[in-house]
């Protein structure tokens, strides 16, 4: 009984791990708000920095969980039955098509560098994009 | 006669000082039967009460009522600050300034700050809504080479210069409406202090002032009426001049 037991756990956390990774890495991706960069960059991509049901966020600093949910070759639709933004649950997503993503990152990239060149303070923010780009290709493919 | 800036300055003490009968708009939601009697108030709400009130008392009944949609970009958007502001500065003749205690070594290390610093001198802008600046004052509390946010970001650049001199220019602005946080936060500015409502509060905890040069926030933009706006004593930003 043992033996059957321990059988079908192991085809479960196959089936169960192949499954979940041919879709993450063909489907979609999940990131959090801050990989896309500061939010002066990013909210215009992205949306506001605090849960979208918020008029505003709280008065004092406060970092918000909030995630990217970056999808490709599936339909918006079915990216939100599987992410579903919950208020009761404090659970907020912001859905980024592939392409948007991609073109959000090879224009600001472009753009810090040039700002680096100019003589701002940039550190290694262009370095930052590029990995996360690179990060987002390799899971979803070019 | 009084000018819309005198006004909200005298209304934003008075509001601070006196606010018995308001509680936090979230402590309210938590606890209606408790506070049925009180009148819910937020950040963005003492800053709607504030500026209403000062254009009726000048006479200007329509921009009273106008206040409280002018954030809204349409009938179904939420209302943002970032939008007010755009719209005081573009239509109305406002100026925004750009704050930031260190341009370059947040003390949070929050490389946002930086950035945002960055943005406002380049293309004088604020927040992702793109609220035109007109003025840029930082390093009025220059961070600690010392610090370890300092080594953390951008050590390469060396210790800001404390400018006490714009400083000063802020500490006699009568009345300004500020955000932080690409508008997650919004205030009044009054002579070089910050006064913040706090949704989670009542009592006294509900108001609270703060030295500018001590308010957590770090960056932030504050937007200065017309009255003011065409007198302020600070450098306009090149990406600002003759827009």
């Known amino acids: 009984m043992k033996f059957v037991i321990n059988i079908c756990l192991g085809l479960i956390f196959i089936i169960s791990g192949c499954s979940s990774q041919v879709v993450d890495k063909k489907q979609y991706l999940v990131l959090p708000y801050s990989s896309f960069g500061p939010s002066t960059m990013s909210g215009s991509l992205l949306g506001v ?44 997503y912001r859905y980024i098509n592939y392409l948007d993503a991609v073109s959000y990152f090879n224009r600001n990239i472009i753009e810090v560098i040039n700002m680096e060149q100019e003589g701002y303070p940039m550190g290694a923010l ?3 994009l590029k990995s996360v780009k690179t990060h987002i290709i390799n899971k979803l493919g070019n | 006669m009084s000018t819309i800036s005198i006004v909200a300055r ?22 209606p039967k408790k506070y049925e009697n009180y009148k819910s108030t937020d950040c963005i709400t003492y800053v709607l009460n504030v500026l ?13 009522k106008d206040i409280w949609l002018m954030g809204k970009e349409n009938r179904q958007a939420d209302f943002k600050g ?27 290390g929050d490389k946002e700050h930086t950035f945002a610093a960055v943005m406002a001198k380049r293309n004088c802008t604020f927040s992702p809504d793109k609220v035109p600046l007109k003025h840029r004052v930082v390093n009025y509390k220059p961070t600690s080479k010392n610090d370890p946010k300092f080594q953390s970001l951008y050590p390469n650049f060396g210790t800001s210069t404390l400018n006490e001199v714009d400083y ?52 932030s933009a504050i937007f200065v009426p017309n009255d003011v706006a065409a007198n302020l004593k600070l450098v306009t930003l090149k990406c600002a001049v003759g827009v």
């Open chain 2, 52 to 64: 209403s009130f000062a254009y009726k008392a000048v006479g200007n009944n329509q921009m009273a």
């Open chain 2, 168 to 219: 000063k220019v802020l500490e006699r602005i009568p009345f300004g409406f500020g955000l932080s946080r690409g508008g997650m936060h919004c205030w009044v500015f009054v002579e070089g202090f910050v006064y913040e409502v706090h949704w989670d509060s009542v009592g006294s905890g509900l108001y609270e002032k703060t030295a500018l040069r001590d308010f957590p926030w770090l960056s």
């Open chain 1, 126 to 128: 262009s370095q930052e």
């Open chain 1, 49 to 92: 920095e605090w849960f979208q049901w918020l008029p505003h966020g709280d008065s004092r600093p406060t970092k918000y969980d909030v995630n990217v949910i970056i999808y490709r070759e599936i339909s918006l639709g079915e990216v939100k039955k599987i992410y579903p933004i919950s208020q009761k649950k404090r659970v907020d």
């Open chain 2, 10 to 31: 005298k209304k934003t003490l008075d509001l601070y000082l006196n606010h018995q009968n308001e509680v936090g708009s979230e402590l309210k939601k938590k606890h």
């Open chain 2, 82 to 108: 970032t939008i007010l502001a755009k719209r005081l500065v573009n239509n109305k003749n406002w100026a925004g300034i750009y704050v930031s205690p260190d341009s370059i070594h947040p003390t949070d």
